[in-house]
């Protein structure tokens, strides 16, 4: 039965999942590898809104039936994968009769904590993306994971000896090194779709500062921006740097600065006045920002255009 309740289910331990999904318990309290196609009770039956205390990494095949996540539908084709972080809040509905196959995998900080991938999975921003920014794998790449995946599941049900977490925290380093490649072929293969959002980021910056939107809301945040456009804010970021070799707050910080030297150049208004203008609430904040982007102060700007 579904929990109707508008406060997020935790599932505090890989444990508690697997009774949620009416498995046995798992064979190590801090990871576990899950066959899809074994899994007898599916998790969005039992739960709508929840989140995970834990990592999940999940590719998703040959499905059938409709699972919708937030206010959307999503069919899965070959080789779909998701990810998701300790925290991050799910919402979830299925259709009947629901099917698929493939492996997820699930591990709590804890299983790495010793370990440099503990650093490096905290840098991975695709643990934050949306669902409907999920990697899609090409054939080759979905039997390279899936190959991954088998290689985890077997030394996960091997006799654990002083080596085991030593070996599947290293499947589990290269797992994670191979995604983050091949979801930097995917922002390169959709780069025409990609060119759209940038297009779209342009004028949404535009018309925020020359609508006046600054002075009565402030300067833009990466939130406010992924919201308009429909992203996840680290996709957004990881996004635009795979096409400009800058983040979402570096475009915003370029469009503050280009407004900048407008105001500069075309009026006689103070440079604090400037700073107000444009949602600065102290003139050492605008000018520290504009130097770092420009080498010279407001002031030196000006000047050199006298």
Not at 121 to 128: A, H, P, Q, R
């Amino acid at each position: 039965m579904k929990k109707e309740t508008n406060t997020p289910y935790i599932i505090q331990s890989i444990s508690e999942l697997h009774r949620l999904l009416g498995l046995p318990k798992p064979a190590h309290p801090l990871v576990s590898v899950v066959n899809l196609a074994e899994i007898p009770c599916p998790l969005d039956e039992n739960l709508g809104s929840f989140a995970y205390n834990f990592y999940s990494v999940c590719i998703k095949k040959n499905f059938t039936g409709k699972m919708k996540y937030g206010q959307n539908y999503y069919d899965f084709n070959e080789g779909t994968m998701t990810f998701f972080s300790p925290g991050q809040v799910i919402a979830t509905d299925v259709t009947d009769n629901i099917s698929l196959s493939g492996w997820w995998l699930v591990f709590h900080p804890d299983f790495v904590q010793i370990y440099p991938l503990l650093k490096r999975i905290k840098e991975y921003g695709y643990f934050s993306y949306a669902v409907n920014e999920a990697l899609h794998l090409s054939d080759k790449e979905e039997a390279m994971i899936t190959g991954i995946m088998q290689n985890i599941d077997q030394e996960y049900r091997s006799a654990i000896d002083t080596h085991s977490q030593d070996v599947m925290v290293s499947h589990i380093d290269l797992l994670l090194t191979y995604c983050n490649r091949f979801y930097s072929r995917q922002f390169i293969t959709r780069k025409h779709i990609n060119n759209d959002v940038l297009s779209k980021l342009e004028a949404l910056l535009t018309d925020y500062f020359e609508g006046g939107n600054v002075q009565k809301l402030g300067l833009p945040t990466v939130q406010y921006v992924s919201d308009q456009l429909n992203l996840s804010p680290n996709y957004l970021s990881d996004l635009l740097r795979s096409l400009t070799g800058q983040s979402t707050q570096q475009h915003i910080h370029n469009k503050l600065i280009e407004k900048a030297q407008e105001i500069l150049t075309t009026t006689s208004l103070s440079v604090g006045e400037i700073a107000y203008e444009l949602g600065f609430e102290y003139p050492q904040s605008f000018n520290k920002l504009f130097k770092s982007k420009t080498n010279l102060s407001p002031l030196e700007f000006r000047q050199s255009f006298n």
